[in-house]
């Protein structure tokens, strides 16, 4: 006998002679009364039981049954106990089993079973290994409270994990620590695997977005060889490790303030064998002592990093400069795209999207106009108009920080994701250098 969800559970069906389940079962199936969800089963004195669908059987079906359908069947009503569910039903969607197997366990705890109850399951989730992460617009009902903590096993059981987690809002504070409770299980950490490099996280203390890997495949094509970086906003790693192990940085150093990703962040160094190539900076990086070190900064902070940008002046070589990357969630309006130019004009470029990218080619010096006309492919204006206050405020910055002039350029837009309706998620590459000394 098959327990499906770790608890028992009852359907209704009619019992009959096995000479008769055949004929049994065409009316059933002809009425939309067979409960298709769960297997025939013949009992252990040779009947056979059909499961029905109880709500819909009414006394006139057991009439007809016995007298117009089978006369001289037996036919009674059964309450059949773990019922096993049937090839249908093991094949379902994963949504559909998880309704079905929560429904069942719901029933056989004694408490009915609702509409309500079933809009409030979990429609998405996302698996890490053996843990499942649920959104957090599920499992609101009061009802729920009542079930726990074995409604979690049976969760997990239809969804086929060990532990269950729920989302709750990213945190505010700065650390985007994500609300995350452990509902099953002993621990968040789980691992994920991304371009060969290992992640291991605490799922209810780090972030990790899926949505940024882009950008993560993009910092490992830069061409940072024998470069010094600094990644401004770390997290578990994210973009330090690409930087390390696919980018070939000779060192990086890595600000986070959030302990939890730094524990995280130090165990990834570790796995993935570059620990002995980045320094890790514990504690908000405003207040960082390094200075006139990095050939790139990076900014992976949203909605927008901007809190940093003196300090990436400041970490920049003030005789060679660099590049920064800076991050930023930037509105826009529907519908407005600007055309991409001629395919002349387009870069050798191997980046996947062509449409999340806009690239300039044109040498430092270039004017803002002339840098539009250089862009490659379909972006929106608001990407451009952005990036452009984001150059003049960070040569400003530049300047008040070095004490003598800088050339900035926009190098390049890559949109990350689209972040909410409207809202994209951009990286701009700023190129950064001190103007020589005149005279
Ligand atoms: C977007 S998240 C993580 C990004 C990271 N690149 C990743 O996905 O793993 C930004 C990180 O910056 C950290 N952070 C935010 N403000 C900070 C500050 N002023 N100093 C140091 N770390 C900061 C947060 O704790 C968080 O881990």
């Given at each position: ?228 970086l600094v990644d401004l906003y770390a997290?578990?790693?994210?973009f330090t490790?690409?930087f ?8 990086v150093?890595a600000c ?42 990076n900014?992976g ?139």
């Amino acid at each position: 006998m098959e327990r499906e969800g770790g608890r028992p559970a009852a359907v209704v069906a009619v019992v009959t002679e096995r000479r008769f389940a055949q004929r049994y079962r065409e009316y059933l199936e002809k009425e939309k009364l067979l409960n298709r969800q769960h297997r025939v089963k013949t009992m252990p004195d040779g009947t056979v039981a059909l499961p029905v669908l109880g709500e819909a059987l009414r006394e006139q079906h057991l009439r007809e049954l016995r007298n117009r359908v089978a006369p001289g069947s037996t036919c009674a009503l059964a309450q059949l106990l773990d019922p096993v569910p049937s090839k249908k039903a093991q094949s379902c969607s994963p949504a559909q089993r998880l309704c079905l197997q929560v429904s069942r366990w719901v029933e056989s705890q004694g408490v009915t079973w609702s509409a309500a109850l079933e809009a409030d399951l979990p429609r998405s989730w996302q698996r890490h290994g053996n843990l499942l992460l649920l959104s957090e617009d599920c499992f609101k009902a009061e009802q729920w409270k009542n079930l726990e903590p074995e409604l979690w096993e049976t969760v997990a059981s239809a969804l086929g994990v060990q532990r269950l987690a729920k989302r709750g809002r990213v945190s505010p504070d700065g650390t985007r620590t994500p609300a995350v409770t452990l509902l099953l299980g002993d621990d968040g950490w789980v691992e994920h695997v991304d371009n060969g490099i290992r992640y291991n996280f605490d799922i209810t203390q780090c972030m990790f977005s899926f949505g940024n890997i882009t950008e993560k495949l993009r910092v490992a094509s830069l061409p940072c060889v024998g470069q010094v970086l600094v990644d401004l906003y770390a997290g578990i790693g994210y973009f330090t490790l690409p930087f390390l192990v696919h980018a070939a940085a000779a060192f990086v150093h890595a600000c986070e303030w959030n302990p939890h990703a730094v524990v995280a962040l130090r165990k990834n160094l570790e796995l993935n064998g570059v620990l002995d190539r980045c320094q890790i900076h514990f504690g908000d990086n405003r207040k960082l002592k390094l200075s006139n070190i990095a050939d790139r900064v990076n900014l992976g902070l949203i909605p927008s990093s901007e809190e940093g940008w003196p300090i990436a002046c400041q970490v920049l070589r003030k005789d060679a400069g660099g590049i920064l990357h800076i991050h930023q969630n930037v509105e826009s309006s529907p519908g407005k795209i600007l055309q991409p130019p001629r395919s002349s004009e387009m870069e050798e470029e191997h980046w996947p999207h062509p449409q999340q990218i806009i690239t300039n080619h044109r040498g430092n010096g270039a004017t803002r106009d002339s840098r539009r006309k250089g862009l490659s492919v379909a972006t929106k204006p608001e990407w451009h108009r952005w990036a452009e206050s984001a150059e003049t405020r960070i040569a400003a910055l530049l300047q008040q920080v070095h004490g003598k002039a800088w050339k900035t350029q926009i190098l390049h837009i890559q949109l990350v994701k689209s972040y909410a309706p409207h809202v994209d998620h951009i990286v701009l590459d700023l190129e950064c250098r001190p103007c020589p000394l005149v005279g």
